[in-house]
């Protein structure tokens, strides 16, 4: 079957540490998304990236970095310049255009403590 | 710029009784509309969506959603609710932006009294 998996679902850090987050999708789909959403909050887009081998910064992209290298892949890693990372990470991903909507993963739970 | 409002943060409805959540969007072009179901720790599902023709869309697990051009409305109906309806509730607008392409509202939360 044909989806996005992000793992693990749940993550525990230190404060301090750099934490990388995995999406990965079979859909063949040329964009990814990632987003964060904290409790009571609707979603806010950290990165995007259109295609391989690019991506762009979403509405609250510092203290985040991702990478692009497969079209199946797209990680999130969390740095200890993010000031507040603990929340709900959601992966994404679309086929080109707006037409067919976005497919999520079923999410990372971050706790920085 | 595009946006989307979900009006309502909080709904609560008995088991049984019918469901309309709001969806306003705000988009120049022809807008392309979606909603989302979001069960708690859980991703987001995609429920149905709108490109063209019938104002009026079927979705899955009972939803349907009515397009109104003229009110930039894109509510979302159910007759009777279940308990396993209760979750969050997203409006989105696809955007003909390269890049950034969807906008998603606040969303709407869902309570259902048994």
């Known amino acids: 079957d044909g989806g996005i998996t992000q793992s693990p679902k749940y993550l525990f850090r230190k404060e301090g540490q750099n934490v990388t987050l995995s999406c990965e999708q079979n859909l063949n789909h040329d964009a990814m998304y990632w987003y964060r959403q904290d409790p009571g909050q609707g979603l806010r887009l950290i990165y995007y990236?259109?295609?391989?081998?690019?991506?762009q910064k979403g509405d609250i992209a510092e203290g985040y970095s991702v990478s692009r290298e497969k079209k199946e892949s797209f990680p999130l890693t969390v740095t200890s310049a993010q000031k507040n990372p603990t929340a709900f990470y959601l992966c994404?991903?679309?086929?080109?255009?707006?037409?067919?909507?976005?497919?999520f993963g079923p999410g990372t739970r971050l706790t920085v403590t | 710029a595009q946006s989307v409002t979900q009006p309502d943060i909080h709904i609560t409805v008995s088991e049984g009784a019918s469901l309309e959540l709001r969806c306003n969007y705000s988009y120049g072009a022809t807008p392309y509309l979606f909603w989302y179901v979001q069960s708690p720790g859980q991703g987001l599902q995609l429920l149905l969506k709108y490109f063209s023709g019938d104002t009026l869309v079927q979705g899955i697990k009972g939803f349907e959603a009515e397009f109104k051009r003229s009110q930039s409305s894109f509510n979302l109906r159910k007759p009777s609710v279940h308990w396993s309806d209760a979750a969050e509730y997203f409006c989105a607008v696809g955007t003909d932006n390269y890049g950034q392409n969807f906008v998603f509202g606040p969303g709407t939360r869902l309570s259902v009294l048994p």
């Open positions: 990236s259109q295609i391989v081998n690019d991506f």
């Open positions: 994404a991903s679309s086929a080109p255009g707006r037409a067919w909507g976005q497919y």
